[in-house]
T-cell receptor, first 114, second 115 residues
Framework: AQSVTQLDSQVPVFEEAPVELRCNYS??????LFWYVQYPNQGLQLLLK??????LVKGINGFEAEFNKSQTSFHLRKPSVHISDTAEYFC????????????FGGGTRLMVKP | EAGVAQSPRYKIIEKRQSVAFWCNPI?????LYWYQQILGQGPKLLIQ????????DSQLPKDRFSAERLKGVDSTLKIQPAKLEDSAVYLC?????????????FGAGTRLSVL
């Protein structure tokens, strides 16, 4: 079975500061990794994904994430956040032997302050 | 391209009542998913369809939850009777195919409050 742990339930940060949202996963087989963002009263939107190849993945809105197999991590980063980045962020893992089934972490609420 | 449509957006019912949610996936998407998102948690998969067949419903509480996708397009999720712990956002997602790297696209969800 696979699982995802997002270590921080809330991350407050000032506008234009850098941010890192942490994600660790466990799985007995190789996986695909995803970050989704959820704005208030909206569905989930894909930020970025790691399937194979380069371990540094760039996504939309200036976000990037780095896959670290030895540490089983997939942390999300942005060098300078904006007020509009305030949202809930979910890390998800898909076992590449499974039928597109996603397992989500508990989410991290990013709160950007002026 | 139109996204995944869900209705209603909000529903308030009393415990032991029944409720139904509707989902219209992105046109051409063969795979449809229903997730339950309890406040403060990540989404949890309830059921997964490929066209009109069920692929995985291992986490669906079948004593009270049911779902169907009769013509392989729209889907309905029903709860009967509802319990207090069913209060959550119910998200529908779709993707092109099941066994592929296709991405899941999510609707805005239906927020259910059971009183």
């Amino acid at each position: 079975a696979q699982s995802v742990t997002q270590l921080d339930s809330q991350v407050p940060v000032f506008e234009e500061a850098p941010v890192e949202l942490r994600c660790n996963y466990s799985s007995s087989v190789s996986v695909y990794l995803f970050w989704y963002v959820q704005y208030p009263n909206q569905g989930l939107q894909l930020l970025l994904k790691y399937l194979s190849g380069s371990t540094l993945v760039k996504g939309i809105n200036g976000f990037e994430a780095e896959f670290n197999k030895s540490q089983t991590s997939f942390h999300l980063r942005k060098p300078s956040v904006h007020i509009s980045d305030t949202a809930e962020y979910f890390c998800a893992v898909r076992n590449n032997n499974a039928g597109n089934m996603l397992t989500f972490g508990g989410g991290t609420r990013l709160m950007v302050k002026p | 391209e139109a996204g995944v449509a869900q209705s209603p957006r909000y529903k308030i019912i009393e415990k032991r009542q029944s409720v139904a949610f509707w989902c219209n996936p992105i046109s051409g998407h063969a795979t449809l998913y229903w997730y339950q998102q309890i406040l403060g948690q990540g989404p949890k998969l309830l059921i997964q369809f490929q066209n009109n067949g069920v692929v995985d419903d291992s986490q669906l509480p079948k004593d009270r939850f049911s779902a169907e996708r009769l013509k392989g397009v729209d889907s309905t999720l029903k709860i009967q009777p509802a319990k207090l712990e069913d209060s959550a956002v119910y998200l529908c997602a779709s993707s092109l195919m099941l066994e592929s790297l296709n991405i899941q696209y999510f609707g805005a969800g239906t927020r259910l409050s059971v009183l």
